[in-house]
């Protein structure tokens, strides 16, 4: 088992390639502590899931080392690295009632039956199913399968649970009421679990810190407030939450600030990673920081802008307006008595703080 201070999980140098000439991992070095909740969050084809795989010893990597609690896992196999798994299509057996299905981990350990039944029974009353052990997978509703299979992961009192996208079958309203209840689960039992989604919302909601992924490689490995508030980089910035994207030339820097030049606009913003003066750079400012009608001089950045487009959104309209030679600028107005009265084909002035408006790569 890690030391203290060692990783418990830990990616080093780990590449992957199938078919000997493109990597679909680059050079991977991630390192997770110990009941750490971690998601790999990207676009298909972007290298999650295969990160997932290899740690689950599903796939084995073509270079580089994975560790577990300081021990190599490359030859170890799958049964044999005590690590719990949830998939997406739960994965159960259908000639087997629930209580038997999260028996079957529990007797291939060799483990006496009234352990095992102690356990089942604990692991069915910390998803709520207690009353469903003699129940055949299909009797029950998709909800209630994932939980078993939940339940099935956690009923060995793993110290790493991997999850591939478990909540992808099911509608809105459940999947937002597991994700609390799996985030729940992992406050309460400590464990490591290392999370694959595509869904953004579910990686912001669930998570201790995201990776996010594209082309093989992580873009971004940080905590959910830092990954939205402060994207490295444009890729991150557009798919961690809805985001605008002004495109420019760079006119000055100046410390931590810079001014770039958008459709004959001068726009103020914070240094990240733009190019130098005379390069390019793509800026980024999230809809809910843009103000609407602001006083002059009030905001470094005052722009005119065209309604284009309301969409009624109940606790916010969402507003689509030309602003900076841009005709899909977004702003979310709150639904309160002050923005009433905006209408489709008002003029009007929008503003941003230098802050909010981030030079990133163009």
């Not at 991630?30 to 740690?55: H, Q």
């Not at 994700?179 to 909601?205: C, F, P, R, W």
């Not at 990776?211 to 402060?230: C, H, I, M, S, T």
Request: proline content about 5%; aromatic content about 6%.
């Amino acid at each position: 088992m890690a030391d203290g201070n060692q990783p418990f999980v830990q990616f080093k140098n780990v590449q992957k390639t199938y078919d000997g000439e493109i990597l679909v991992v680059k050079n991977l070095n991630l390192d997770i502590a110990n009941g750490e909740f971690l998601t790999m969050l990207g676009p298909s084809g972007s290298g999650k899931t295969t990160c997932l795989m290899m740690l689950a010893g599903f796939e084995t990597p073509t270079q580089g080392q994975i560790m577990l609690g300081g021990t190599e896992l490359n030859n170890v196999p799958p049964h044999k690295r005590g690590i719990g798994m949830v998939f997406q299509n739960y994965a159960l057996f259908p000639h087997m009632s629930v209580a038997e299905n999260l028996a079957f981990p529990l007797e291939v350990r060799k483990m006496s039956k009234a352990d095992t039944e102690a356990k089942v029974r604990r692991a069915l009353d910390m998803v709520e199913l207690g009353a469903f052990g003699d129940r055949r997978p299909g009797q029950l509703s998709g909800g209630q399968q994932q939980r078993v299979a939940l339940a099935r992961a956690l009923v060995f009192e793993p110290d790493l649970v991997l999850m591939d996208e478990p909540l992808g079958a099911l509608d809105k309203n459940l999947r937002e009421q597991m994700q609390y209840e799996i985030k729940h689960i992992h406050d309460n039992l400590g464990m490591a679990v290392v999370y694959v989604t595509h869904d953004q919302s579910e990686a912001l909601t669930m998570s201790d810190r995201i990776a996010v992924f594209n082309d093989g490689k992580v873009q971004q490995l940080a905590k959910p407030a830092d990954l939205y508030e402060r994207p490295e980089n444009a890729f991150v910035a557009q798919f961690i939450g809805e985001n605008n994207r002004l495109r420019g030339k760079v006119k000055s820097k100046n410390g931590s600030g810079c001014t770039v030049e958008v459709a004959g606009n001068v726009v103020q913003a914070l240094t990240v990673n733009p190019e130098g003066v005379g390069g390019s750079s793509t800026l980024s400012i999230r809809p809910e920081r843009v103000q609407l009608a602001p006083e002059p001089g009030s905001l470094p950045n005052i722009f005119d802008a065209e309604v284009l487009e309301l969409i009624y959104l109940g606790d916010h309209i969402r507003c689509r307006m030309s602003c900076c030679g841009d005709s899909e600028f977004i702003v979310k107005v709150p639904n309160t008595h002050a923005h009433a009265t905006i209408s489709q084909g008002d003029k009007v002035s929008v503003g941003w703080e230098i802050d909010d408006c981030r030079a990133l790569d163009a």
